[in-house]
């Protein structure tokens, strides 16, 4: 891969982070052109620079970064046309490990490794029996929305996440094809960072147990009472009163306990499309 491409998907890629950021919802914290005070703090560390805010990081600094951690960690040079900045834009936004997770699993069946998140020969070996790069980069974006929606931050960011890998596949796209791409724009909230760790809790089973449960202990008891009513005389008040109980217990134990299966069954299926969009 050219020296230029890594610079070209630079350029668009910091168009997409804007500038110096602190929305306290953004799990990235203080961040600057995609730079977080902690990576920030690391790289001047590194050098032995003492630490200063990511304000004041300068254009060298910021791209010395992106080149190190970032296009050298997914191993850009080595990427087809296009495959290369969108897994580089998804680096910057949610994570190397997790974007080269989003490539290993949109190969599919090529991909013989493990999904580990890291770029090694099985991931690259397995990226050069693809044939249509345009379809891969569509399957890696699909993947990457998938995730977002499922983080407990899309409803503040979802809009500007949202736009952002729609330009992010049209730009992929078309250097994919060897068309010439579109100049990137900025999407404010989609610079915000999009980590795994905020992802949404898959619900329980413990309501439903507990509802299960209740139901069928409600269950027991209407034919308790059913019992009860028989040993009593059919013409006394008493026994008229407790058939009206057992009906309406009956009733409320009945819904319970179906209620409880109703809400294992989407427990059950929600915990599994969650894992799905997270890769777990």
Request: some cysteine; charged content about 20%.
């Amino acid at each position: 891969m050219a020296v230029t491409r890594e610079r070209a998907s630079l350029d668009r890629l910091l168009v997409h982070e804007g500038g110096y950021v602190n929305h306290p919802r953004d799990p990235g914290g203080p961040t600057n052109k995609g730079v977080t005070q902690r990576v920030y703090d690391a790289y001047r560390k590194g050098k032995g620079q003492a630490p200063r805010s990511v304000k004041g990081i300068t254009m060298p600094e910021v791209y010395e970064i992106y080149d190190r951690q970032y296009w050298d960690a997914v191993k850009g040079d080595q990427l087809p046309d296009g495959v290369d900045y969108v897994v580089l834009d998804g680096a910057a936004n949610s994570g190397v490990s997790q974007s080269i997770k989003w490539l290993q699993r949109a190969l599919g069946p090529l991909y013989k490794g493990r999904v580990d998140g890291v770029m090694g020969l099985s991931t690259l070996e397995a990226l050069k029996g693809v044939n249509n790069h345009d379809a891969l980069i569509d399957r890696i974006c699909d993947l990457r929305m998938n995730f977002l929606r499922n983080l407990n931050t899309w409803a503040v960011f979802g809009k500007g996440w949202a736009s952002r890998v729609v330009e992010v596949r049209s730009i992929g796209k078309a250097w994919a094809t060897g068309e010439t791409p579109q100049i990137a724009s900025f999407m404010d909230g989609g610079q915000a960072k999009g980590y795994i760790e905020d992802a949404n809790i898959a619900p329980g089973n413990g309501m439903a147990d507990a509802a299960t449960g209740a139901g069928t202990g409600g269950l027991g008891l209407s034919g308790y009472l059913y019992d009860l009513q028989n040993q009593l005389s059919p013409l006394s008040y008493t026994s008229e009163w407790i058939g009206k109980v057992v009906v309406a217990v009956a009733l409320a134990s009945a819904v319970l306990a179906l209620g409880g299966l109703g809400y294992r069954w989407y427990a059950t299926r929600r915990a599994a499309r969650l894992a799905q969009a997270l890769g777990d």
